[in-house]
């Protein structure tokens, strides 16, 4: 084994002198310093990506948690509830979240936040979802460019959510009926919408109702479209018996809307998103045609208007052509009387279809009606309804009417003024009335009991009493006298018939043929038979000779 060699002295190396630092970083805080950096570079990256902060206000806060209810738009994470608070004033429930980076730009004046659980309304359930996972605040984005941090949250969910595709649209009513949020909107019997907003108006005499009609079905939707409620059940009688109509089963129950356009009329463009209509009580009456010239008149009854209300027809031969529009009263103090003037919209161009003249097209209705009224024109109050005693106008003619003189025959001068004066709600041409047949059966009834009235029923009656007394005391009578004339005369009537009896018979027996009488009467009968021919011998020889009563027969006459 060989020995190990010793480098040589030129392969050493030479040492350097080298000054110490004053500070020396050891090599183990690289590691934290890096961690450091890293941190805060995350930091930086989370504050960057991070949305804003928003709060919320709701009447509750049931189903919400911090740190775990989420925000969610079209069912993505969009932030995080970081706090559940109580109002300052304890009528509210304050809710402290936030938004992420990609929900920066949510946060705008027009967006809107509700909680999302599970809900059952008009007729449909959801938030079904919730159940399993626990509520969560829905978001709808709106479009205003004004940023917001602090909401009012909705407490129910919207019917609609922004970027459907589709058009609003804003009818006017007189009430709401049955209609809620969510209510269907039908076209030809086919769910097409539904009612997203609903709210009285200002003036508290009608309510608004925004409904929202789906793509491609808002194109229906035209300038001339007609709205209707189908809420319950829309039944008609007629000459073809009773018929039921409803949209759907849901509708009874749920209420909702129709709209349709009317038959007859040229196809019209559809109507802009916005547009406001007319909603009307039932489909028959939005499909109706519409008067656009209307006229005034007003009737003064002297009865009463019990059953009358402002709607009530007024027909004209049994054709409606307008409506009551006001009911009022009327004291004459000089005529001690009152009287109901009950004014009446007429709508003459329903008069005028088929070619009919009354009144003219173009021509003047109260100038014509001023003559119809010279001619019999009266009105007259008439039962619609026997069972509700609902009654309607009548205009018809009266000939046997008595006349009356209207404005035009007055000489004055204020009243010839009114009489040329146009015809208006506040000026109506007065048409003359005559009792209703209600009033004159009344009336007919009033007489017959007056008449009644004065019949003396108290002395009838009591005369009455008198009589049946009497009568009762005859029958009395002939009772005992037929008790007498059972135990007095009956056996003596009985004897009596029994002998007659026996006579009947006794005679019966002689008149047999061959009994002795019968034989003894027919021997008889035959010598008076002899009697008489001897009898008739004599006499015609007395007849020849008569002078044979004084002499006597002569020997030549003797046989």
């Known amino acids: 084994m060989s020995e190990p060699q010793m480098p040589d002295s030129q392969d050493l190396p030479s040492a350097r002198a080298v000054s110490a630092k004053r500070w020396n970083l050891p090599l183990v805080w690289l590691v934290p310093a890096v961690a450091i950096l890293i941190g805060g570079w995350l930091a930086i990256q989370a504050f960057v990506r991070q949305g804003p902060t928003v709060t919320i206000r709701f009447l509750t806060g049931e189903g919400l948690e911090a740190g775990k209810t989420r925000i969610k738009y079209k069912d993505v994470d969009v932030g995080e509830v970081q706090q559940v608070a109580i109002s300052e004033d304890r009528k509210a429930v304050v809710v402290t979240a936030r938004l992420s980076s990609q929900a920066r730009d949510f946060a705008v004046d027009d967006t809107r936040f509700w909680v999302v659980k599970p809900r059952v309304a008009a007729g449909s359930v959801s938030g079904l979802s919730t159940l399993l996972s626990g509520a969560y605040i829905g978001i709808d984005v709106g479009k205003s460019s004004s940023s917001r941090s602090d909401f009012v949250g909705l407490e129910v969910p919207p019917m609609l959510i922004d970027g459907q595709p589709g058009k609003r649209f804003t009818l006017h009513a007189e009430t709401l009926g049955s209609i809620?949020?969510?209510?269907?909107?039908?076209?030809?019997?086919?769910?097409?919408?539904?009612?997203?907003?609903?709210?009285?108006?200002?003036?508290?005499?009608?309510?608004?109702?925004?409904?929202?009609?789906?793509?491609?079905?808002?194109?229906?939707?035209?300038?001339?479209?007609?709205?209707?409620?189908?809420?319950?059940?829309?039944?008609?009688?007629?000459?073809?018996?009773?018929?039921?109509?409803?949209?759907?089963?849901?509708?009874?129950?749920?209420?909702?809307?129709?709209?349709?356009?009317?038959?007859?009329?040229?196809?019209?463009?559809?109507?802009?998103?916005?547009?406001?209509?007319?909603?009307?009580?039932?489909?028959?009456?939005?499909?109706?045609?519409?008067?656009?010239?209307?006229?005034?008149?007003?009737?003064?009854?002297?009865?009463?208007?019990?059953?009358?209300?402002?709607?009530?027809?007024?027909?004209?031969?049994?054709?409606q052509f307008g409506e009551v529009s006001a009911i009022g009263i009327h004291y004459d103090a000089k005529a001690q009387r009152a009287d109901v003037p009950v004014d009446i919209k007429v709508y003459p161009e329903r008069l005028r279809k088929f070619g009919n003249t009354l009144p003219p097209a173009g021509g003047s209705s109260p100038e014509l009606v001023r003559g119809m009224i010279a001619g019999g024109l009266r009105g007259q109050l008439r039962a619609a309804n026997l069972l509700t005693g609902q009654l309607y106008v009548a205009l018809d003619f009266f000939p046997n009417a008595v006349k009356v003189k209207t404005a035009t025959d007055a000489t004055s001068p204020r009243a010839a003024a009114q009489a040329s004066a146009p015809v208006s709600v506040d000026n109506p041409l007065e048409i003359p009335t005559v009792d209703g047949s209600l009033n004159e059966l009344e009336s007919s009834l009033t007489s017959i009991a007056r008449k009644l009235d004065k019949i003396p029923f108290d002395e009838i009656g009591k005369d009455l009493h008198t009589a049946i007394r009497s009568l009762d005391k005859t029958v009395k009578d002939a009772d005992v006298l037929m008790q007498q004339l059972n135990q007095d005369v009956a056996p003596e009537l009985k004897r009596t018939i029994e002998e007659a009896r026996q006579t009947v018979s006794r005679a019966e027996r002689l008149l047999q043929q061959d009994s002795p009488l019968q034989v003894e009467m027919r021997d008889t009968l035959r010598e008076v038979g002899r009697s008489a021919q001897s009898l008739r011998t004599l006499t015609d020889y007395l007849d020849r000779h008569p002078e044979a009563l004084i002499r006597g027969k002569t020997p030549e006459d003797k046989p």
Do not use: C
């Open 180 to 319: 809620d949020y969510g209510s269907p909107v039908y076209f030809r019997k086919l769910p097409v919408g539904q009612v997203v907003a609903y709210d009285l108006d200002k003036d508290g005499r009608g309510a608004t109702v925004t409904i929202f009609v789906r793509a491609p079905y808002d194109r229906f939707v035209t300038t001339n479209s007609r709205f209707w409620s189908t809420s319950g059940l829309d039944f008609t009688v007629d000459a073809n018996g009773l018929r039921f109509n409803t949209e759907s089963l849901a509708t009874l129950i749920l209420g909702g809307l129709a709209f349709g356009a009317p038959e007859g009329q040229a196809e019209m463009p559809p109507a802009p998103p916005g547009s406001d209509f007319q909603l009307y009580d039932n489909e028959r009456v939005a499909m109706r045609d519409h008067d656009t010239t209307v006229e005034y008149y007003r009737l003064v009854f002297h009865q009463s208007v019990h059953g009358l209300t402002v709607g009530a027809p007024v027909e004209f031969r049994g054709l």
